[in-house]
C-alpha cells in the first residue's frame, strides 16, 4: 500500500475532466462531482485525503515510539474533512474540521506529555519511581529492624540487671 500511494494519488488524472459526464463508475466505486467542477477535481480532492489519511493509519498501527498516540491528531483530522465534505452543505471545504478536533486534543495531548514527562524523568534525569519506592521501603525495613534491636537490647540489659 505505500508503495503504491504515489500512483494512489496520482489516479485522479485518469478521471474523466469533462463537466458533462456526472458520474464515473470504477469497480464498485461511483463517483459523482460532488459539487466540484469535475470528476477529475472531485477525485483529486478525495484522494488528496485519503492518502495522507490511510498513510497516517498505518504509521500508527506500525509505529514503536512513545509518541504514536499524537498521530491520532493528524488521523482525525483527514477524517473530519473526508466526512465535512459530504455531510456539510458548506460552499467551501475543511472550515469546521479543526474546531471539532479540539476536544480531541484536549485529551491526547497531555496524554502524551505525561508519557513524555514520565520517560524524561527516568532516563534523562535518572528518576527511576519505582526504584525510589523500592528504596524507601527498604529504609522503612530497615528503620523497624533497628526500632526492634533497641528493644531487644533493651530487654537483654533488663534481664542482666535481673540477674
Known sequence: MIILSPFIFKSHEYLPNDESVETFKFLWFKLGKGGFADIETHGWFLLGKLVPFYLLIIWFFTCK??????????????????????????????????????????????????????????????????????????????????????????????LEKKM
Open 65 to 158: 515510539h512513545w509518541w504514536y498516540h499524537i498521530i491520532i491528531i493528524p488521523i482525525l483530522m483527514y477524517a473530519f474533512q473526508i466526512i465535512e465534505a459530504y455531510i456539510s452543505n458548506d460552499k467551501f471545504a475543511d472550515i469546521q474540521s479543526v474546531l471539532w478536533l479540539l476536544p480531541i486534543c484536549i485529551v491526547v495531548i497531555p496524554f502524551v506529555y505525561f508519557i513524555r514527562l514520565k520517560l524524561y524523568d527516568k532516563h534523562v534525569h535518572g528518576i527511576d519511581l519505582e526504584a525510589m519506592d523500592e528504596e524507601l521501603n527498604i529504609l522503612k525495613a530497615k528503620e523497624e529492624l533497628r526500632k526492634e534491636r533497641e528493644k531487644l537490647e533493651q530487654r537483654k540489659e533488663t
